[in-house]
Nanobody
Framework: QVHLVESGGGLVQPGGSLRLSCAASGSIASILTRAWYRQVPGKQREWVATITNGGSTNYADAVKGRFTISGDNAKNTVNLQMNSLNPEDTAVYYC?????????WGQGTQVTVSS
């Protein structure tokens, strides 16, 4: 079974940057989209950004202009560069891969923005 593994989370001061990476443990066929979501305890998981196989990107208003999603179709990876972080960005971040057959989710990586 293929798993998604995230890395790059941690503690950062307000205004700082982090880069999250997500890699698949094996090959995933027919990928439609790659995305990042985040979740704060007690709240619903929210969408952050998406990149299609064609390279088109979309961002939630809360992160637009600060976060950049990128992906490598050949390597089955998706990254999230996060700049100008603020405490409201504190959450567990999950990578997502969508196919016609099933979705794939990573286990999550904690991002904490605090001074």
């Amino acid at each position: 079974q293929v798993h998604l593994v995230e890395s790059g989370g941690g503690l950062v001061q307000p205004g700082g940057s982090l880069r999250l990476s997500c890699a698949a443990s094996g090959s995933i066929a027919s990928i439609l989209t790659r995305a990042w979501y985040r979740q704060v305890p007690g709240k619903q998981r929210e969408w952050v950004a998406t990149i299609t196989n064609g390279g088109s990107t979309n961002y939630a208003d809360a992160v637009k202009g600060r976060f950049t999603i990128s992906g490598d179709n050949a390597k089955n990876t998706v990254n999230l560069q996060m700049n100008s972080l603020n405490p409201e960005d504190t959450a567990v971040y999950y990578c997502f891969v969508g196919t016609p057959i099933r979705p794939y989710w990573g286990q999550g990586t904690q991002v904490t923005v605090s001074s």
